[in-house]
């Protein structure tokens, strides 16, 4: 019986805590992909300062 209610109550906590964990893990994928995206944009702009002073 014990084992019974324990399925129930984290099939409830389960039910409950998905969409939190569904937003977590969107907020974190935006995160990582912003961070790329930046790191991204660092490098051109290093590289283009590079080639600025490379051609000058």
């Given amino acids: ?3 019974f209610e324990f ?3 984290s099939f409830f906590l389960r039910h409950i ?3 939190i964990a569904v ?3 969107i907020v974190v994928l935006i995160i990582i992909v912003t ?3 930046a790191a991204k944009e660092i ?3 290093k590289k283009e ?3 600025g002073a ?3």
Avoid: Q
Wanted: overall charge positive.
């Fill in 23 to 25: 937003i977590s893990a």
């Fill in 7 to 9: 399925i129930i109550d």
């Fill in 54 to 56: 490379r051609d000058v």
């Fill in 35 to 37: 961070s790329v995206a």
């Fill in 1 to 3: 019986m014990n084992s």
């Fill in 49 to 51: 300062k590079d080639g």
């Fill in 17 to 19: 805590s998905a969409p």
């Fill in 43 to 45: 490098k051109k702009n």
